[in-house]
């Protein structure tokens, strides 16, 4: 394919690629291939039915677009402004956060990178603000390698002793629409601490075997109830257990649930307030029940905990992380649900609910491993290795890089990038071909800020103490 064939139709798609066009205008790539290891694959069309619509998944084909739309939103509405983190991620290159070194301040240099190779492609050298919760850009990244930490735990744990079991725990309770999100999140993840806490926790040891429990934080919004926070837990138990096992559990957690919540004024459904996931082996075949949907007759059938199952099993991995980025459908919406809906409509309500969000998780931890449970992680990839592992296909200087912020064109970059249809060459031309349009002077208000120097020290941003995921 020649290049100059194809330029007309790239450059069209890099123009559409800027903030606030609609997702169907944004110039995504044409590939329904997974990028890799890393984010799930978009849409084949660029023209999104409403099918689609109610089933979009965040990808690196369109997190730059949704990245820039809540950067707007932080900057112009959030009290950090651009001195909030997310501001900075994805657009900032490191060296802009390095303390000077040496007696002549020599500051280090640090170049962006676009790195590709058969599997996908990504910038490197920028800062990142490895926000779990609601950055389109690190969350997913930040949830796939801890969801390959959650499965390395799971299977080393389940193979270590036969007697070894996992379930999943879900956590939830009654709220109205009138309720906020940050006392709502307080009130549940202190109600779930208390679970795991005092004589009631040497009580499950004893009677269940239990040993720790891996907790994840997700929140949903509907028009109709507001919020629902709700909490997905794996539980690690050094016992045998079976489904009789499993229906007493639940049944001693949600006495002590409700007890708890009625102390707040608050209540769960006997349903769902406690729903318990497990696995059976029956013959050769790995059941998945629920003590809220589907339930096995035989009460004597015992939890699978072999090393087959263990891969099974590690699927709830995917439940606690990847189920956080998925936009979902329109009528319940997931965080980055909310911030496709407003860059669909560019509405009020929405940005509204974005800003409490991102306001209520400050200082939570998106996915919490216990000490005791890091001793079963072996060595994993991380999706930053894989990044730095491709090779560097571009190098921008700083003024070529800022030009591609101010013009918001780097959504466009990457879904060409991801294109296997287009050679390095192609790609490079195409980089070359935007950089060689007439700059942009004067940057939009939310990049403004990459003329200055940001925060030197890293601990000085919000959710570092607390090791967000």
Not at 21 to 44: F, H, M, V
Not at 67 to 94: A, F, M, W, Y
Not at 201 to 215: P, V
Not at 418 to 431: I, L, Q
Request: proline letters at 3%; one cysteine or more.
């Amino acid at each position: 394919m020649n290049y100059n064939d194809a330029t007309p139709n790239l450059q069209v798609k890099a123009l559409c690629s800027s903030t606030m066009a609609k997702p169907e205008q944004r110039g995504e790539a044409q590939s329904a291939d997974l990028l890799g290891s890393t984010y799930g694959s978009s849409s084949n069309s660029t023209k999104i039915s409403k099918k689609q619509k109610d089933n979009l998944t965040l990808t690196r084909n369109n997190s730059y677009f949704f990245q820039d739309n809540l950067r707007q939103i932080i900057h112009n509405h959030h009290e950090k402004g651009s001195d909030h983190r997310l501001c900075s991620c994805g657009v900032v290159p490191t060296e802009q956060f390095m303390k000077v070194k040496g007696e002549q301040g020599v500051a280090i240099q640090s170049p962006v990178f676009l790195r590709r190779d058969k599997t996908g492609a990504a910038f490197t050298g920028l800062a990142k603000c490895d926000n779990p919760f609601y950055c389109p850009v690190c969350a997913p990244v930040q949830l796939i390698d801890k969801s390959n930490e959650i499965k390395s735990i799971v299977s080393n744990f389940l193979e270590e002793n036969e007697n070894h079991t996992t379930l999943m725990v879900t956590q939830t309770f009654s709220h109205s629409i009138d309720d906020k999100l940050k006392p709502l999140i307080q009130l549940l993840t202190k109600v779930n601490g208390s679970l795991k806490a005092g004589r009631f926790r040497k009580d499950l040891e004893a009677n269940f075997g239990f040993f720790s429990a891996i907790r994840a934080i997700e929140s949903t919004y509907s028009d109709v109830h507001g919020w629902h926070p709700h909490l997905h837990e794996i539980w690690f138990f050094k016992k045998k257990l079976t489904v009789s096992d499993v229906l007493n559990l639940k049944d001693v957690l949600f006495k002590k649930y409700v007890t708890l919540l009625e102390k707040k004024g608050y209540s769960a459904s006997a349903e769902r307030g406690i729903d318990i996931s497990f696995t059976t082996t029956e013959g050769t075949e790995v059941i998945k029940y629920s003590t809220s949907t589907l339930m096995p007759t035989d009460k004597t059938l015992v939890v699978s905990s072999s090393a087959s199952a263990a891969l099974y099993v590690s699927k709830f991995d995917k439940e606690l992380t990847f189920e956080f980025t998925k936009i979902q459908k329109l009528k319940n919406l997931s965080f980055f649900g909310l911030l496709a809906r407003y860059s669909y409509e560019n509405n009020t309500h929405d940005r509204l609910l974005i800003i409490e969000f991102v306001n209520a998780v400050f200082r939570q931890r998106r996915i919490f491993v216990p000490k005791q449970l890091k001793a079963y992680i072996s060595d994993v990839e991380t999706v930053e290795n894989l990044d730095n592992e491709r090779p560097v296909i571009f190098e921008f200087t700083r003024k070529e890089w800022l030009q591609v912020c101010f013009r918001k064109q780097r959504q466009s970059i990457i879904s060409i990038a991801n294109n296997k249809a287009y050679t390095d060459e192609m790609v490079c031309k195409f980089v070359r071909a935007l950089l060689d349009q007439p700059h942009v002077i004067i940057p939009p208000d939310e990049y403004k800020f990459l003329n200055q120097r940001r925060v030197r020290d890293i601990s000085e941003w919000d959710w570092t103490f607390n090791n967000a995921a």
